[in-house]
């Protein structure tokens, strides 16, 4: 049977509509639930990348807003396996297959962690991190846009005079050094990491500000181009 005029102009009619509708919605900004093809790809770049190639790709990654801040680091999927490959290489651990960093990535499937490295005054009376807000903002959307909070913070304390440096052969590494302790009581708290999860599928593609408050006042803030990044 052959389709009349009026189902025609009425197909065309359906597909403009589907068409409008895909570009009103928002494109997704950060990969997840990365598949087997996308991880191979993380781990090829981890293992091929020059030195220069991979401080250009971590550059977007993190930002150093200041003294009481200092870093705030995105952690995608994408980015995840990158830094788990490139930590494996850095001590000769050949065990980096597909299937290890799918393994690795089961509790961070569909999350993109924000961590935030703070530095309190010499003087502070504090006995642990205090409750210390991440929030994310989107920047390019219209009005004023209502701050994203994470589904759940994780607050780890820094003891001591000295903070540990990232490795040498990668000083982009966003998570506290391995020798960082924990509990002790005859050190002063000197600062502390906040690990932030927020769900990445909502995100759309543009510039978020994460801000890091205290109460009313802001301790830290840094721009992000979520399109840019994976």
Known sequence: MRPTPVSLRFAGVCLT???????LAPAGAIDAHLDADAIDQAILFARQATRDERRTFHDGYFRLPGEAVRRISLVSEYRRVVLLVEEKMRILDRNYGVRQMTEALKPWRGLLEVIVELQFHPQNNYVG???????LVPLDGAGTPMPLVPEGTDRRPRFGLFWDPPPMDAPWWPFPPPSVPVI??????TGGWLHARFDARPLARGRYEVVVKDGAATLGKGTFDLGALR
Do not use: K
């Open 184 to 189: 002790t009581g005859s050190e002063p708290l």
């Open 129 to 135: 991190v205090p409750l210390i807000d991440v929030l």
């Open 17 to 23: 509509l589907a068409l409008a509708l895909c570009a």
